[in-house]
């Protein structure tokens, strides 16, 4: 017997790593659409084995392993799955999938070039691209869209949300509350006991209930959030400029300035069309530098900053 295993050499055993696969499989599900329940894939090498994901995208795994972030691990994922599924996700999903990986203007060029007449009569379409406006602070846009996707199936949760969030934003709070609500009521909330319930499982993907920036804000919103929750929950949205920049004004307001600033920096250089986190963050760079008495602190970053107000006329 160890004849033969030193004639044929001994196989490397495939070892999954865990972490991964827990990583992969939430951000497979984001990408095609699916919330709760256990997913069904296979993976197989060009010797037919069946593979874990971390060899089947050894690549994405390799870049992974050295990224902290949520978002970043889960963007890199994407791009990877893109590889298979881009042409394989309906429409719909593929414009989910740029504003989740916070390129909601991808996702405006993708349906540009790729939706066509019957796909504005395909609800799940129009409720996609109403919560792309939403991100994108088109409410207009988005409130008319939900609607129409409403109009063709009233049962929309996607489009409900993408609604609620507008109507919100264009001062009909108790339009948008009336909404919430009702997902409420109809939600496997009602299935849960009291002390089983957080804010993260309201408002989180996998449970389908109110997977809302503007909710989640609105929740976040009492003294017994802390910093653990916030970031909790911050995994959730960091594709929304919204929820970014209220996650800075916490840091602010809780006395945690440095990190504030920080944050709405961050989101003003990747949403550079979001007025509050620019505006907020000159705003809150100057009061930081008159603070620590540092002129040159953050200089380019202030540079960057007055270049893009001046150029939309923002005071």
């Given at each position: 017997m160890s004849f033969f295993k030193g004639l044929f050499g001994k196989s490397t055993p495939i070892v999954e790593d865990k972490a991964f696969t827990v990583d992969f499989e939430d951000a497979l599900k984001r990408y095609i659409g699916v919330t709760g329940g256990d997913l069904v894939y296979e993976f197989k090498d060009k010797n037919g084995n069946i593979i874990p994901p971390s060899h089947a995208f050894e690549g994405a795994y390799n870049q992974w392993k050295g990224i902290q972030s949520t978002w970043d691990k889960r963007g890199v994922i994407f791009a990877a799955l893109d590889s298979i599924y881009f042409n394989r996700i309906p429409k719909a999903q593929v414009i989910e999938r740029f504003v989740i990986d916070r390129y909601p203007e991808k996702a405006l060029q993708f349906?540009?070039?790729?939706?066509?007449?019957?796909?504005?009569?395909?609800?799940?379409?129009?409720?996609?691209?109403?919560?792309?406006?939403?991100?994108?602070?088109?409410?207009?846009?988005?409130?008319?869209l939900a609607q129409k996707a409403l109009a063709l199936d009233e049962n929309n949760k996607k489009a409900k949300i993408a609604l609620a969030d507008s109507l919100h934003f264009t001062g009909k709070h108790q339009e948008a509350h009336e909404i919430y609500e009702t997902l409420l009521k109809n939600s496997l909330l009602n299935?849960?006991?009291?002390?089983?319930?957080?804010?993260?499982?309201?408002?989180?993907?996998k449970n389908d209930i109110i997977n809302s920036s503007v909710y989640a804000v609105a929740l976040l919103s009492v003294p017994e959030a802390d910093?653990?929750?916030?970031?909790?929950?911050?995994?959730?949205?960091?594709?929304?400029?919204?929820?970014?920049?209220?996650?800075?004004?916490?840091?602010?307001?809780?006395?945690?300035?440095?990190?504030?600033?920080?944050?709405?920096?961050?989101?003003a250089q990747e949403f550079p069309w979001y007025r509050d986190a620019v505006v907020n963050a000159q705003n809150s760079i100057l009061q930081f530098r008159e603070q620590t008495q540092s002129d040159d602190l953050w200089e380019n970053e202030l540079h960057y900053l007055t270049e893009i107000m001046q150029k939309n006329n923002w005071n």
């Amino acid at each position: 017997m160890s004849f033969f295993k030193g004639l044929f050499g001994k196989s490397t055993p495939i070892v999954e790593d865990k972490a991964f696969t827990v990583d992969f499989e939430d951000a497979l599900k984001r990408y095609i659409g699916v919330t709760g329940g256990d997913l069904v894939y296979e993976f197989k090498d060009k010797n037919g084995n069946i593979i874990p994901p971390s060899h089947a995208f050894e690549g994405a795994y390799n870049q992974w392993k050295g990224i902290q972030s949520t978002w970043d691990k889960r963007g890199v994922i994407f791009a990877a799955l893109d590889s298979i599924y881009f042409n394989r996700i309906p429409k719909a999903q593929v414009i989910e999938r740029f504003v989740i990986d916070r390129y909601p203007e991808k996702a405006l060029q993708f349906a540009a070039s790729n939706l066509n007449e019957t796909d504005y009569t395909d609800p799940e379409v129009l409720a996609s691209l109403a919560k792309c406006h939403f991100i994108l602070l088109h409410f207009d846009e988005s409130i008319a869209l939900a609607q129409k996707a409403l109009a063709l199936d009233e049962n929309n949760k996607k489009a409900k949300i993408a609604l609620a969030d507008s109507l919100h934003f264009t001062g009909k709070h108790q339009e948008a509350h009336e909404i919430y609500e009702t997902l409420l009521k109809n939600s496997l909330l009602n299935e849960w006991k009291s002390d089983e319930i957080n804010v993260l499982q309201l408002v989180d993907f996998k449970n389908d209930i109110i997977n809302s920036s503007v909710y989640a804000v609105a929740l976040l919103s009492v003294p017994e959030a802390d910093e653990t929750i916030w970031n909790a929950v911050a995994e959730e949205f960091y594709y929304s400029p919204y929820f970014r920049s209220q996650h800075a004004f916490w840091y602010i307001r809780s006395g945690e300035s440095l990190k504030g600033v920080v944050k709405l920096l961050a989101t003003a250089q990747e949403f550079p069309w979001y007025r509050d986190a620019v505006v907020n963050a000159q705003n809150s760079i100057l009061q930081f530098r008159e603070q620590t008495q540092s002129d040159d602190l953050w200089e380019n970053e202030l540079h960057y900053l007055t270049e893009i107000m001046q150029k939309n006329n923002w005071n």
